[in-house]
C-alpha cells in the first residue's frame, strides 16, 4: 500500500495555534509517500533513502529515544484506539517536502504512518481525514510532550485552505479559493524547531499567567492593544503581547478577505509581510537570509510572503499568483533553494 500526504504553509496565525488562537493554513503541492508491506515477524522496519537511515524496532517497544521516535508513537496511539498489531511491517518513507524546514515533513510522515497502520491492522479500519489529523496530533504533540498545535496534523491530513479554530472548541472551516500560485523558498538552514517553539510559546504564556495572577481574567482571544499598557509587565512582555494581539487580528483581516466571493490577492499578500514583520521584529523567529529572499521575492513581482513554521532557519514562501517562475529565479538568486506549489488535496491511498 502506498500512501501520499501534503505538506503545509500557513499563511496567517503563525505561533499562535499553540496559544489557543485560530490559524489559516493550506496544504501545498509538495508529499511524503509511505510504501509499506507484512513482514513475517513482529519487526517493524523503516527504510529513509533520503536521509540515508533505517529504524528497527519491535512491535512491543514502548521506549522513546527522542521527541521525534514518531513511528512507535504513531504505532503507540493506534494501539490505544484499539487497533491491534502482531506482526511488523516494512516501509519505505520518501519525501519531497524540504525537510525540518518549516513545511510540516514530520507532519506530513506521521499522518501517512497512522493512515497506513490503520488500514493495516489485523483489525483494519477506515478513518476519515479529520480522525487521522486527531491521532497523528496525539501522537506527536501528547504522547511525545511536544509544544507545537494541531494545525499541521489537520492541514496534512485534510488538504485545502482550512481556518482552524481549537478554542474553546475544535473547529474547522474548508476555504474554497484557489490562491494560485506560491514559491517555497528553503535557506538550507537548520532550524531550532523545540528550542523556538517552546520560547515563543511559554514566554507568552507566562505573560498570560503573570497577568491572571493579578486578578484579571483575560485571554489571548480577547485582549486588546490598548489593555497592554495598563498591566505591570515589562516592556519586553508588552511587546511580545502586543505582536501576538497584532497576528490575531491579522488573521482576522484574512480571514475576512477569503469569505468575499471576489478577493483582493494584493491586499492578502501584504497582510503576509505585516504577519512576517512581526514574527522577525517582535517574535525574532525570522534570519538574515529568509529576509534577504524574502525581499528578493517582492522586489520580482511577489504579492506577499512571510517565514514558514517555528523560524530560525528553513523556509519562507512568497505569494505569486503572477509569473511564479520569475519568483522562483529571484529566490535562487540570493542563495535560496526554491520550488513552485499549489494547493493539495490530503492524505490519500494510491493503491
Known amino acids: 500500500m502506498e500512501i501520499k500526504t501534503p505538506g503545509r504553509i500557513c499563511l496567517f496565525g503563525e505561533h499562535q495555534d499553540y496559544l489557543g488562537l485560530p490559524v489559516i493554513a493550506l496544504a501545498i503541492s509538495r508529499y511524503s509517500k509511505l510504501v509499506g508491506f507484512p513482514r513475517s515477524d513482529s519487526t517493524v522496519v523503516i ?10 524496532f519491535h512491535l512491543n517497544d514502548n521506549q522513546y529515544t527522542s521527541n521525534f521516535d514518531l513511528f512507535k508513537s504513531g504505532l503507540n496511539v493506534c494501539k490505544n484506539h484499539g487497533f491491534k498489531f502482531s506482526k511488523g511491517f516494512d ?30 491492522a489485523e483489525n483494519p479500519k477506515k478513518l476519515s481525514n479529520q480522525k487521522l489529523a486527531k491521532l497523528a496530533f496525539e501522537a506527536e504533540v501528547i504522547e511525545l510532550s511536544t509544544p507545537g498545535g494541531m494545525m499541521d496534523q489537520y492541514s496534512t491530513a485534510l488538504g485545502g485552505l482550512i481556518y482552524l479554530k481549537t478554542s474553546p472548541v475544535l473547529s474547522i472551516k474548508k476555504m474554497n479559493h484557489d490562491l494560485g500560485a506560491f514559491v517555497i523558498g528553503d535557506s538550507m538552514n537548520q532550524k531550532d524547531t523545540m528550542g523556538i517553539l517552546l520560547r515563543c510559546k511559554n514566554d507568552r504564556l507566562a505573560i498570560l499567567n503573570k497577568i491572571k495572577d493579578s486578578g484579571s481574567n483575560i485571554s489571548f482571544n480577547s485582549i486588546s492593544e490598548g489593555q497592554v499598557k495598563k498591566f505591570k509587565i515589562t516592556e519586553y512582555e508588552k511587546a511580545l503581547l502586543i505582536g501576538t494581539i497584532r497576528n490575531r487580528d491579522i488573521l482576522v483581516k484574512g480571514k475576512n478577505e ?94
Not at 513545511?103 to 493495516?120: A, E, K, P
Not at 512568497?318 to 494547493?343: H, M, N, T, W
Open 91 to 120: 516501509v519505505c518513507v520518501t519525501s519531497n517536502i524540504p525537510i525540518k524546514a518549516g513545511t510540516s515533513s514530520s507532519s506530513s510522515i506521521l499522518v501517512s504512518w497512522i493512515n497506513f497502520l490503520s488500514n493495516n
Open 258 to 351: 477569503l469569505r468575499k466571493k471576489y478577493i483582493d490577492k494584493h491586499y492578502l499578500g501584504q497582510l503576509m509581510i505585516d504577519h512576517h514583520e512581526v514574527l522577525s521584529k517582535t517574535l525574532k523567529v525570522s534570519t538574515s537570509k529568509i529576509d534577504l529572499m524574502l525581499k528578493s521575492a517582492m522586489e520580482a513581482g511577489a504579492y506577499g510572503g512571510k517565514i514558514s513554521g517555528s523560524g530560525g532557519g528553513g523556509c519562507m514562501f512568497a505569494y505569486c499568483p503572477e509569473d511564479p517562475l520569475k519568483i522562483k529565479c529571484a529566490i535562487e538568486d540570493v542563495g535560496g533553494q526554491a520550488y513552485v506549489v499549489r494547493s493539495a488535496l490530503g492524505t490519500m491511498i494510491n493503491n
Open 47 to 56: 527504510n529513509k533513502p533520503d536521509l540515508n537511515e533505517v529504524e528497527k
